[in-house]
C-alpha cells in the first residue's frame, strides 16, 4: 500500500465545472473520508483517482508513480486500484469465490487460499459457492471489499457503499470493513455524504465543497474547528451567536465564551457551540433560559431552548440531554468547553 | 488553544484550464469499423432501389409515379391500412381492458389466447380462408384476415401498460367525480396511448408490407402489384419506381409515430409503489357479452384457420402426404434460415454493443441506419436485391449466400435490438470494477460482457432464425432455382388451388411460430415473475 497524492485536479463535463483544483492526500495505511454534499464532485473524484475519467488537468500519483498526469494516463487496469462502488456491482454469472478471485489469473498460485483468506476476513467464509442475487446487501458489498482487496491494490477507493443498506445493517458493515481495511493496512479513500459516518469511520475527513476541498483535518477538527461556518453546519448541528473578541475570549450573548485559537482584541465576529456543549443546570447557576419545545429521539432529547438577556435580542439554541426532561419551562444553561471562533 | 496546523482552507478555485470537458470519446475502432460497415450495408436495399428506379431516367420515373392506376393504388392501400389498423385498435384495446381492468373470468387464459394469432402467419390465415370461401378474395377477406392477424399488435403493449400504469392518478379522477368508464377513456386510456400509437404502427407497417396475405386473397395493394409488375415483364422499372414510392409512405407513417410519441406527456410525478389496478365488476349480461365477443374473436383468428387446416390435412391424408417433397424443402428451410439468423446476429454484434455502450453521434448513426429495414417492406427489400445481385455480383445472384444476406437485412432491426438489450445486462459499472481490477478492454469483453450477454443473444438468434423459416417475398425472389422452403410451397400450392398439398406446409408453419409467439407474450404481459435482482427486460422481440 502507497501514499496517495492528488495535485490540482481539474474536471469539467461540458461547460460546468465539477472538480476546480482538488488538492488531496492520504497518508499510507491511512482511511481518508471524502464527505460533501451531492454534486460537489467527489464521485468524479473517486472515479478519476480510479482511472474511469480522465481529468483535463492536475494529476494523481501512488506512491512514487504518477498515474495520470502531464500527458501521460495509465488505464484503470493498470493502476492497481481497488474499487468498492455503491451497489457492489458483483459480476452476476460468476460465484462468490469467482467474484472474488475476479482479479487474479486462474492459475495464479495460492489464488483459492488467498479467496478464502479474504472471505474470512470479510465474515463471509464458507459463501464461496453462493451466486450474488442469493446474498443481502450488506453481503454484496463484503463481497465487494474482498474482491477489491484481493489483487493487493495500491489505494482502496469506496464509493459511499453503505448508503444501500438500511440503518441497523449499516453500522455493522461499516465497523467490519474498517477493521478488515486496517487488518491488511490499506491506504483507503471512502466518499460518503453522510457525516456521522465519515467522522466515525475515517482516520481523516476532506470536506468537499463546489469542486474544491474546503477542509481536510481529523474528524475532531473538522467537527470542533470547522474551516468556515456552511463547514460547521455541514459537519453537525450548530448554534451560531454574534460576539466580539477579546484574545482568547469573546462576548457573546452568552456571556464570556473561552475560544479555541485567539481573536484579535475588539474584533467582531461569529462564535459556533455545538449542541453537546449546552448543559442544562439549576436555575440560578447558569445563564436563564426558556424551554421552548423538546423532542424525544429515544437515546436523548434535542431541547429547544430561548435565552432572553438584558439589552440584546432573544437567542435561540439547542441542547441535548438525556434522561428525564425539566419539569419547569425556565431553566438555566452552562456552556463547557472552547468554541469555534469566525472573524468577520 | 489549538493552532489549527493542518487545517488546509482553500480560499478560491484555481483557474480553469482552457480544455472545454470533451463529448463521448469514440470507442475502440475494432467495435466501430465492422459497425460502420454493417451499416452502409444495412442501406444497400435503399441505395438500389434509388440507382434503379432512376436508370431509366426520372422523365420515366414521374410518368410512372403519374398514372392514374398509380394513385388508385395508393389510396386503396392507405385505405386497407387505415382500415386495418382502426378494426385493430377497436379490438386490441377492448380485449386489453377486459383482461386487465375486468373481473371477466378466464382473464389469464384469454390473454394467452387473444396473443396468440401472431402464431398464424398471415398467408396461412389467408389460404384457410380463401381454400373454403372463394368469395373471401378482395379487400373484405384482405381487412378480416390482416385483423385477426395483427390486432396482437395492439392488444399486447397496451395490455402491458394497462397493467403498470399509476392507479392512483384514476383513483384522483373517481375521487373528483369523474364516472368509472369516463376515468377509463380520460385518464386511463390517456397514459396508454404510447402504448397505442407503437402498436398501430407495427399494424400499420405490417398491413403494407405484407405480401402472402394480399397475394393469395388476390387483393390489388402495393405488393402485389410490384410483384406482378416484377414477374410479368422485362421492364422492372415500374417495379422499382412503385417500390419507391411504398417506402416513402413507411418511412412517413414511422417517422410520424416517433413524433407523436416526442410530444406525448406521461411523465409520472412523484415517487411511490404502485398498487394492482382496481377491477371493474361485470354484470352477468356484460360476462356473457364479453366472453362472446372473445369468443368470436378467437374463432375467427385460430379455431376457424385450425379446423380448415385440419381439414385439408385429413383429406390430404387420404391422398397421401408427399413426403418426398416436404422434408427436402424442411431440410433446406432450416438451413437457410440458421445460416440468415447466424449472419443477422454477426453482423449486429457491433451494432448492438456500441449502441449498448456509448452515446457518440457516429454510433447513433450507425444504430439507426441498420434500423432502416424495419421501415423496408420485405417484398421491397427482396426487390432491391434482386437488382444488386444482378448488377454487382452476378456470381452469388439465385444462390443461397444472397438469400442469407437479404434474411440477414431484413431481421437486422430485431438482431441489434435483442444485442443491445443483452449487452445492456452488464452495467458499464460491472466493467469498470473489472478494469481496477486488472482486465484490458477487450479483457473485459471476454469475461464479463459476452458472458453475460450470450443467454440473450442466442434466445434472440433463435427467434430471427424462426422469423426466417416463415418469410415469404424475399425466399420466393431469391432462392436458388430448384430450392423450396415451406413457406415457397405452400405458396405455389395455393396459388394453383392444391389446397390439401397445401395443408402440412401450413401446419408446419403454424406449430414454428407458436414458440416465438408464447415467448413473446409471456415477457411482455409479464406472465413469468422476474426473477432475481436484475431481471432482464423484455425487449420487442420480432417485427
Known amino acids: 500500500m502507497s501514499e496517495l497524492r492528488v495535485t490540482g485536479l481539474y474536471k469539467a463535463f461540458g461547460d460546468t465545472p465539477v472538480l476546480r483544483g482538488v488538492d488531496l492526500s492520504v497518508a499510507q495505511g491511512s482511511l481518508t473520508a471524502v464527505l460533501g454534499p451531492s454534486g460537489c464532485g467527489k464521485t468524479t473524484l473517486l472515479r478519476v483517482i480510479a482511472g474511469f475519467e480522465r481529468p483535463d488537468a492536475g494529476s494523481v500519483r501512488l506512491g512514487d508513480v504518477e498515474v495520470c498526469g502531464r500527458g501521460r494516463t495509465v488505464p484503470p487496469e493498470k493502476r492497481r486500484v481497488g474499487v468498492v462502488p455503491q451497489e457492489g456491482s458483483l459480476f452476476p454469472h460468476l460465484s462468490v469465490a469467482e467474484n472474488v478471485g475476479f482479479g487474479a489469473s486462474r492459475r495464479a498460485p495460492g489464488r483459492a487460499t488467498r479467496i478464502s483468506t479474504l472471505l474470512e476476513l470479510v465474515g463471509l467464509a464458507g459463501f464461496e459457492q453462493r451466486r450474488p442475487h442469493e446474498l443481502s446487501g450488506g453481503q454484496q458489498q463484503r463481497v465487494a471489499l474482498a474482491r477489491a482487496l484481493l489483487p493487493g491494490p495500491e489505494v482502496v477507493l469506496l464509493d459511499e457503499p453503505f448508503s444501500a443498506l438500511d440503518a441497523g445493517l449499516r453500522h455493522a458493515v461499516r465497523d467490519d470493513v474498517r477493521d478488515a481495511l486496517h487488518e491488511v493496512g490499506a ?26 476541498v474546503v477542509q481536510h483535518g481529523t474528524p475532531e477538527q473538522v467537527y470542533l474547528e470547522p474551516a468556515d461556518l456552511a463547514v460547521a453546519r455541514f459537519v453537525g448541528e450548530a448554534i451560531v451567536l454574534e460576539a466580539r473578541g477579546d484574545a482568547s475570549m469573546a462576548s457573546t450573548a452568552l456571556g464570556e465564551l473561552k475560544l479555541r485559537g485567539s481573536a484579535e482584541r475588539g474584533a467582531t465576529g461569529q462564535v459556533m457551540i455545538r449542541p453537546e456543549q449546552v448543559h442544562l443546570v439549576k436555575v440560578g447557576d447558569g445563564i436563564p433560559a426558556t424551554v421552548q419545545r423538546a423532542v424525544f429521539h429515544g437515546h436523548d432529547t434535542t431541547v429547544h431552548l430561548s435565552v432572553s438577556p438584558p439589552m440584546v435580542d432573544a437567542v435561540e439554541l439547542v441542547c441535548r440531554i438525556q434522561g ?19 472573524p468577520r | 488553544m489549538s493552532a489549527t496546523p493542518e487545517l488546509s482552507a482553500v480560499p478560491a478555485a484555481t483557474a480553469p484550464p482552457s480544455r472545454r470537458g470533451r463529448r463521448a470519446p469514440l470507442p475502440h475502432p475494432i467495435l466501430v469499423l465492422p459497425a460502420v460497415l454493417v451499416a452502409l450495408f444495412a442501406l444497400i436495399p435503399v441505395a438500389y432501389l434509388v440507382i434503379r428506379a432512376g436508370d431509366a431516367g426520372w422523365a420515366r420515373a414521374f410518368e410512372i409515379l403519374w398514372r392514374e392506376r398509380t394513385l388508385d393504388l395508393v389510396l386503396r392501400s392507405l385505405w386497407l391500412t387505415f382500415s386495418v389498423t382502426f378494426c385493430c385498435l377497436v379490438i386490441g384495446v377492448g380485449l386489453a381492458a377486459l383482461v386487465t381492468r375486468t373481473d371477466l373470468p378466464f ?30 378474395a378482395g379487400y373484405w377477406g384482405a ?3 390482416l385483423t385477426l392477424c395483427t390486432y396482437p399488435y395492439v392488444f399486447l403493449p397496451v395490455a402491458a401498460v394497462l397493467r403498470r400504469t399509476d392507479t392512483g392518478l384514476e383513483e384522483v379522477a373517481r375521487s373528483l367525480g369523474r364516472s368509472g368508464p369516463r376515468t377509463f377513456f380520460t385518464v386511463t386510456l390517456r397514459q396508454a396511448r404510447p402504448a397505442m400509437a407503437a402498436g398501430s404502427l407495427l399494424v400499420a407497417l405490417y398491413t403494407l408490407s405484407d405480401f402472402g396475405a394480399v397475394s393469395l386473397l388476390r387483393y390489388d395493394v402495393f405488393t402485389r402489384v410490384i410483384y406482378t409488375s416484377y414477374r410479368a415483364s422485362f421492364d422492372r422499372t415500374p417495379a422499382a419506381v412503385l417500390a419507391l414510392l411504398l417506402v416513402v409512405i413507411t418511412v412517413a407513417i414511422t417517422v410520424a409515430e416517433s413524433r407523436s410519441r416526442g410530444r406525448a406527456e406521461q411523465a409520472r ?41 385440419t381439414g385439408w390435412l385429413l383429406r390430404g391424408q387420404s391422398a397421401g402426404i408427399d413426403v418426398g417433397r416436404l422434408v427436402p424443402a424442411a431440410g433446406s428451410t432450416l438451413y437457410v434460415s440458421a445460416l440468415g439468423a447466424l449472419v443477422a446476429v454477426l453482423m449486429a454484434l457491433p451494432v448492438g454493443i456500441l449502441a449498448a455502450r456509448s452515446r457518440h453521434r457516429l454510433v447513433r448513426v450507425t444504430e439507426h441506419a441498420t434500423y432502416a429495414g424495419h421501415a423496408l417492406p420485405g417484398l421491397v427489400v427482396a426487390l432491391a436485391m434482386v437488382f ?14 444472397l438469400l442469407v444476406i437479404t434474411y440477414a437485412i431484413l431481421f437486422l432491426p430485431a438482431a441489434v435490438g435483442v444485442v443491445r438489450a443483452s449487452v445492456a445486462l ?5 466493467e469498470e470494477m473489472a478494469r481496477s481490477l486488472g482486465k484490458s478492454q477487450l479483457g473485459v469483453l471476454r ?15 433463435a427467434l430471427v432464425m424462426l422469423t426466417c423459416m416463415k418469410e415469404l417475398p424475399a425466399t420466393l425472389l431469391l432462392r436458388p432455382t430448384g430450392m423450396d422452403t415451406l413457406a415457397t410451397r405452400l405458396w405455389t400450392h395455393t396459388a394453383v388451388a392444391e389446397y390439401a398439398a397445401a395443408a402440412p406446409y401450413a401446419a408446419v408453419l403454424v406449430v414454428l411460430a407458436v414458440i416465438p409467439t408464447l415467448m413473446l407474450a409471456r415477457e411482455q404481459i409479464g406472465l413469468r415473475p422476474v426473477r432475481g435482482p436484475r431481471a432482464p427486460r423484455p425487449e420487442e422481440a420480432s417485427t
Not at chain 1, 324 to 342: K, M, T
Not at chain 2, 113 to 122: D, G, I, K, M, T
Not at chain 2, 426 to 430: G, K, Y
Not at chain 2, 448 to 457: F, K
Open chain 2, 426 to 430: 452488464s452495467s458499464p459499472r460491472t
Open chain 2, 143 to 145: 381487412l378480416l384476415v
Open chain 2, 447 to 461: 469475461s464479463v460482457t459476452i458472458p453475460l450477454a450470450a443467454p440473450g443473444i442466442g434466445a434472440g438468434a
Open chain 1, 324 to 342: 428525564a426532561l425539566p419539569e419547569a419551562s425556565e431553566v438555566a444553561i452552562r456552556v463547557d468547553g472552547a468554541v469555534a471562533w469566525f
Open chain 2, 107 to 136: 382473464r389469464r387464459s384469454i390473454t394467452v389466447l387473444a396473443a396468440l394469432p401472431l402464431a398464424v402467419p398471415s398467408y396461412v390465415a389467408a389460404y384457410a380462408w380463401i381454400s373454403t370461401f372463394s368469395q373471401s
Open chain 2, 269 to 309: 410525478v412523484g415517487a411511490g409503489v404502485n398498487r394492482p389496478p382496481t377491477m371493474a365488476t361485470l354484470s352477468l349480461r356484460q360476462r356473457v357479452a364479453a366472453l362472446a365477443g372473445v369468443g368470436v374473436v378467437a374463432g375467427l383468428a385460430l379455431g376457424f384457420p385450425a379446423v380448415v387446416l
Open chain 2, 388 to 401: 444488386f445481385g444482378i448488377r454487382v455480383v452476378p456470381g452469388i445472384y439465385q444462390q443461397v449466400p
Open chain 1, 187 to 212: 491506504t483507503a479513500l471512502l466518499v460518503t455524504h453522510d457525516q456521522e459516518e465519515a467522522l466515525s469511520i475515517a482516520d481523516e475527513v476532506a470536506v468537499m465543497r463546489d469542486g474544491l
